[in-house]
């Protein structure tokens, strides 16, 4: 509401204005739209009632309202400027006058509901910005500074609207300066922080290495940041400058679009939390909430004119599921391979919806690496934000269930769900009184309330006193659901998204006995027995200090016997894989990858190291984020461990892949274990509740700087005593080496690779060190000169001991080999 120049450039000044009322009555009408479909969402009980986003949800709620009532009081106030200015007022001369009289009860009300939602709107930029860097009070002091300056000028302006033209002009000008300068700043630190966000997926393998970003992030950001709002006050902050009349038409749609501006910004952060919604209850209650243009962007659907898509899982949903701590036998839950078994490709109509793939999380009890870790399922995304940065890859498609029918066992496909478990979650429906499960009385429960303390991820000498009491503990103590702790998958869904913008009871569900299996050589050593007892035949894919070697699964491919069934999994450590410690290249992740699409199998990938890489930065991306890259998705079978970055005995991990292997997982575990337990999920929950995920990323990266510290040490003592006695390459991630001892001084005998065992065994332990032979790691048992040590416990005066003593030995060992042999008499 600047001071009208006669010679102004631009339309004359009724001419502008008139416009500008038709502008507004445009968007007016697309507010209105908007509102009224957000109002469901923006009013769910749900979520204002959710302890974790109730007073943000809240916040956008109040917000959103006075914002439309101040639009309809606006909008009513400039109906009636325009009527008088227009209708009863037949001269330009006279209406310009009309229009420049300061003293009309219109222009007055018009100055301060512009006012009032200008303030709003400024407002819940800087709340915006002050949510996304994590309630960083210093960060929005300046903004919130410049706010309360804005403020006071227009607080002294409105108290002057009868002497108005007495105002400093200096003074009506500073307002839309300010304000500019505030938005500009608040949103320039959120954009900041979502290209913050993006560059830590780059490096976390979240998203590709050569990812930018596309147009689709560029408008989600445009409308996460409110940078709309800033755009609109700086496009009138040159105009009110240059004095141009095509303020007047900018300056009163500025009400309404600002209104547009939040209501969509509400809408995308509630269709985030949705994005993850999986049950097929869930995705038609819950997802319908979010108007269908909102999610458009977010889930791709592809030609399946006969798929029933409100069934189908959104495009970057994610599950997660618990498992208990028996041990599964890999052989018992998959099929029996077939040379015949359909292979998915671009045009098969196998092809299912869009690119989802599923994540259960389990607490470690996959037998490929213990005997008694679990795993944990997630169903929905917790929180009010979006997790960004997302994946935003377009246009894949996730193979359907009928696909995996085939690389389902026998046993898996006879297993039924549980008649009990799977009506759990209708005891959660309201008014619904359950007669169903017999659950223990709560009332009945010694336990009152538990409590632990818990380091700063960020400061290790800082603790924070945690308890669990309630309805929490009660939760805790109580059966629960065979998927897992609601709370926990949450979470867990969340941090896949930042991991990989995307364990191992599979393989039960997967293999027969008798099937072969591709596995790395060597191979953890948990693996073995399991394969072993179920009559597998174990292909070994050599590896190096490249990682896997996939010339080696090549080449056993192609010269794969005619007519026999080929193996239907590959299972592969890619990040410090043990013994090795070895992390797979880029290039040989991605062919891996291309031959399981070739030659039909599956990629088990087990990561428990992937928090332990110390290695360059970028990391290579994942199985399960490369195969975002190809045209279909779901043939990676991915699972990550928190035993190694949080404790070993809350065995708590995590397996994400397609839905039809997972459920195969659920059906065992509701028939052996029933769950996992329900106070190891709420106390690990309590834990990375409080961290948020910012806290556990900070917490692992400290872990994994903390074993590139030992692992330096180990290699300094290795470089001392072993040098010329032994081969080794040093590890990126993980906490183990591998290195071959050079057993004979002889170069020519040398290359007989040797054994380390009897000079382990024997000769090492006699001297008082104590390390893994190599032999152990390998399937078919043979000899080998390698030998598995760790380096996460050791002591550096007991790592310089340890050397010390194994370089004794493999001297001993050395003067043996060159001693004449004793003639047999």
């Not at 007495?166 to 500019?180: D, E, H, M, N, Q």
């Not at 223990?440 to 945690?466: G, I, M, Y």
């Amino acid at each position: 509401m600047g001071y009208h120049k006669i010679n102004s450039p631009g339309p004359r000044l009724d001419i502008a204005c008139g416009m500008g009322f038709v502008l507004e009555t445009g968007l007016f009408s697309i507010y209105t739209c908007l509102f009224i479909a957000a109002l469901p969402v923006l009013t769910s009980a749900r979520r204002l009632k959710d302890a974790r986003s109730a007073k943000s949800a809240w916040m956008f709620l109040v917000f959103s309202i006075l914002m439309y009532i101040v639009e309809v009081a606006h909008i009513i106030f400039a109906g009636v400027r325009f009527y008088r200015s227009t209708f009863r007022q037949f001269d330009a001369k006279d209406r310009i006058s009309y229009l420049q009289n300061r003293h009309n009860w219109e222009f007055a009300g018009l100055i301060i509901l512009v006012y009032i939602q200008t303030w709003l709107g400024d407002a819940l930029v800087i709340y915006r910005c002050y949510f996304v860097w994590d309630n960083n009070m210093w960060l929005i002091s300046i903004p919130v500074c410049l706010l309360l300056g804005t403020i006071g000028i227009n607080t002294y302006i409105i108290s002057q609207i009868p002497f108005y033209n007495t105002v400093p002009i200096s003074l009506v000008r500073s307002i839309y300066p300010l304000a500019f300068s505030q938005n500009f700043m608040t949103t320039s630190l959120i954009i900041l922080k979502f290209v913050l966000q993006h560059r830590e997926s780059k490096k976390a393998g979240v998203v590709m290495l050569g990812s930018k970003l596309g147009l689709i992030h560029v408008v989600r950001i445009l409308i996460e940041s409110a940078a709309i709002y800033t755009i609109q006050l700086l496009v009138l902050n040159i105009l009110f400058s240059l004095s141009h009349n095509f303020q007047y038409v900018i300056q009163p749609a500025i009400v309404p679009s600002i209104g547009i501006t939040f209501v969509l910004l509400a809408l995308r952060i509630e269709a985030s939390r949705h994005e993850g919604v999986t049950t097929k209850s869930d995705l038609g209650i819950r997802s319908s909430m979010i108007p269908r243009w909102i999610r458009e962007a977010d889930r791709e659907t592809g030609p399946h004119d006969n798929q029933d898509h409100s069934s189908m899982p959104a495009r970057d949903e994610q599950q997660v599921a618990v498992e208990g701590d028996s041990t599964i036998d890999v052989g018992s839950e998959m099929s029996s391979s077939s040379p015949t078994r359909p292979k998915a490709t671009a045009s098969s109509s196998l092809k299912g919806p869009t690119d989802e793939l599923n994540v259960r999380f389990l607490v470690d009890s996959f037998p490929f690496r213990s005997q008694d870790e679990d795993y944990v399922r997630i169903e929905e995304p917790a929180g009010d934000e979006p997790r960004f940065p997302v994946d935003f890859s377009l246009s894949l498609q996730r193979l359907p269930v009928e696909f995996y029918s085939d690389f389902l066992s026998d046993l898996a496909k006879q297993r039924k769900p549980s008649p009990i478990r799977t009506l759990f979650p209708l005891e959660k429906v309201p008014g619904v009184i359950s007669l169903l499960a017999g659950k223990p009385n709560a009332s009945t429960f010694p336990f009152t309330s538990l409590s632990f303390n818990a380091r700063s991820p960020s400061d290790p000498d800082s603790e924070t006193k945690l308890t669990i009491d309630g309805a929490e503990l009660t939760q805790g103590l109580q059966y629960g659901d065979t998927s897992g702790l609601k709370g926990l998958l949450d979470w867990l869904h969340g941090l896949q998204g930042l991991s990989h913008g995307r364990k191992m009871d599979e393989v039960h569900a997967m293999v027969n006995p008798g099937d072969a299996v591709f596995v790395e050589s060597p191979v953890y050593a948990g693996v073995i027995p399991m394969f072993s007892t179920m009559g597998c035949k174990q292909i070994e894919v050599e590896t190096d200090s490249q990682g896997i070697k996939s010339s080696s699964l090549r080449e056993i491919l192609e010269q794969w016997p005619v007519g026999v069934p080929k193996p239907k999994v590959l299972y592969t450590v890619p990040y410090g894989c043990n013994p090795t410690g070895m992390t797979a290249t880029l290039e040989r992740r991605k062919e891996v990858l291309k031959l399981a699409h070739e030659h039909n199998f599956i990629i088990l990938e087990d990561d428990p190291y992937f928090y332990l890489y110390y290695g360059k930065e970028p990391r290579y991306p994942s199985y399960f984020q490369l195969e975002l890259e190809e045209p279909e998705v779901g043939r990676v079978l991915r699972f990550d461990s928190l035993s190694k970055v949080l404790s070993a005995g809350i065995r708590i991990g995590f397996a994400s892949g397609p839905e039809a292997l997972l459920n195969a997982i659920d059906r065992h575990t509701a028939t052996s274990n029933l769950q996992v337990s329900s106070l190891t999920q709420t106390i690990v929950y309590k834990l990375l509740d409080a961290w948020g995920h910012t806290g556990f990323v900070t917490h692992t990266k400290r872990v994994a700087s903390f074993y590139a510290h030992k692992r330096d040490i180990f290699e300094r003592a290795m470089q001392k005593h072993l040098a010329g006695l032994a081969e080794w390459s040093t590890p990126e991630a993980g906490m183990f080496f591998w290195f071959k001892l050079l057993l004979n001084d002889d170069v020519a005998v040398r290359e007989d690779d040797g054994d380390s065992k009897t000079v382990i065994e024997t000769t090492a332990f006699g001297k008082g060190v104590l390390a893994l032979p190599g032999t152990v790691f390998l399937p078919n048992g043979r000899k080998t000169a390698y030998v598995r040590a760790s380096f996460s416990l050791t002591s550096e005066e007991d790592v310089d001991k340890a050397f010390a003593r194994l370089r004794e030995a493999i001297l001993e060992a050395r003067a043996t080999a060159k001693a004449p042999a004793v003639p047999v008499v």
